[in-house]
């Protein structure tokens, strides 16, 4: 409880400079990752009007458990997932919440790296017009993800706040703009291979995620106040909900049931060296190697909590801990399979865990009986929304273990 108290003081003395837009910007990039890139595959699997009442569900659900995950913070004064955590389930609660955070933001900074990795050389082969295969160290996509990790990744991780990196993320998301404009002028006609439908809803899941930079970016806000909180949460998620149906549409539309887990490869097919396509790999690249600085805050600030949790800020232990998640990452990258089995798997576990589950059970706890009864109609929803989480990560869970088992898939295999 001593420890409690000490942190609330911290809290308390603590002030926040960034901005709201700013804070847009940083939370926008956090939603926004490779994602996108498996939203047209998800289009391709239930058409578009079930892919827009999928995508439109999703956006509302995360807006309203931010509300749920801001409301509870408001009700202890603590602004922490981990903490919220522990104020409902004691040491249990923090561990889940902390474990699923590090699940979740280790598996889209791998996805991000591995687009780093595969499409990293495809692009500097085609700019330098080198031959396919003349074996140059700087064509191996494992040399360039140690490059990219070392000299862009890395610095930016070490910044003591991610208020810094706000203009980062509005530059990442500039690039992310440009490729929405290019896939949607590249929309006539091609023909690929076969999808199935077992990842819809965990890939949607996935995309929608930015539950635990919610917290850190409202500690950091300048003049915070609970309804500005959900204002930029609401503005952010509406931008990036409409940027994920524009993109999902235009890359649907351009290859109809033929577009692969990642829409970039599925481009590479039409011709690996025009130039706009060159470009639009090249800024997608830039956006995900942006935003894994952004995704690597609140994993360092879990393990912290769970690992050294009597500990202040300390900028040896702060280097260590970025220095290790990425040279684990690294590892992981370069040894990972494909992208499809990362969306699958944390989409279906993490993901519901972070958006619906926790956000509603912390709430439903830590929200005393005598302002909210269990009877209310606040917690009934809430707790209804835990069901919901639950039902979902059972459906996709088994959607993917039976597409497993049934060998349907290459979710697994390389490309
Ligand atoms: N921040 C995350 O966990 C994932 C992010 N929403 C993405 O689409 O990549």
Not at 93 to 107: P, R
Not at 190 to 195: A, G, N, R
Not at 363 to 370: A, H, L, N, Q, T
Request: net charge positive; glycine share 6%; proline share 4%.
């Amino acid at each position: 409880m001593n420890r409690l108290f000490a942190e609330e003081r911290e809290h308390l003395l603590f002030e926040g400079k960034t901005s709201f837009g700013m804070s847009v910007f940083n939370l926008g990039n956090a939603i926004m990752g490779s994602g996108i890139l498996g939203l047209a595959y998800a289009m391709a699997n239930t058409g578009i009007l079930l892919f827009l009442f999928l995508l439109t569900a999703v956006a509302g659900l995360s807006c309203y458990s931010i509300h749920l995950l801001l409301k509870s913070s408001g009700v202890v004064g603590i602004r922490s997932y981990e903490q919220l955590g522990f104020r409902a389930f004691g040491i249990t609660g923090k561990m889940a919440a902390g474990i699923a955070i590090t699940l979740q933001n280790i598996g889209a900074m791998s996805s991000y790296l591995y687009i780093v990795k595969s499409e990293f050389p495809l692009v500097l082969q085609a700019f330098l017009k080198a031959d396919t295969n003349s074996g140059e160290w700087y064509l191996n996509g494992n040399y360039l993800v140690v490059l990219v990790s070392l000299s862009l990744i890395l610095p930016l991780a070490l910044m003591k706040q991610l208020g810094y990196l706000g203009y980062a993320s509005g530059f990442s998301l500039s690039c992310m703009v440009f490729f929405l404009s290019a896939v949607s002028i590249y929309h006539h006609h091609h023909s690929l291979s076969v999808p199935q439908t077992a990842y819809t809803i965990p890939i949607l899941a996935f995309a929608f995620v930015c539950h635990p930079e919610v917290l850190p970016i409202y500690t950091e806000l300048r003049n915070p106040t609970q309804r500005k909180m959900q204002h930029i949460s609401n503005i952010s998620i509406l931008i990036m909900y409409t940027m994920y149906f524009l993109a999902a549409l235009f890359g649907y539309l351009t290859f109809y049931t033929n577009v692969e887990a990642e829409l970039l490869h599925t481009y590479s097919r039409i011709d690996p060296y025009d130039t706009l396509i060159l470009c639009v790999r090249l800024a997608v690249l830039t956006a995900v190697t942006l935003t894994v600085p952004i995704v690597l805050f609140p994993v360092r600030r879990a393990i912290q909590e769970m690992i050294f949790p009597n500990k202040t800020f300390n900028w040896i232990r702060h280097v260590a801990i970025a220095v290790v998640l990425l040279t684990f990452i690294n590892m992981l990258v370069i040894f990972a399979p494909n992208i499809l089995g990362i969306f699958g798997i944390i989409g279906a576990t993490s993901a519901p865990c972070l958006i619906f589950i926790f956000p509603a059970v912390f709430y439903i706890r830590i929200v005393p009986k005598d302002k909210e009864p269990m009877r209310s109609t606040p917690k009934i929803f809430a707790a209804c929304f835990a069901g919901l989480g639950v039902l979902f990560m059972i459906m996709s869970l088994s959607f993917i273990i039976i597409d497993w088992t049934t060998g349907s898939s290459s979710a697994l295999g390389g490309h």
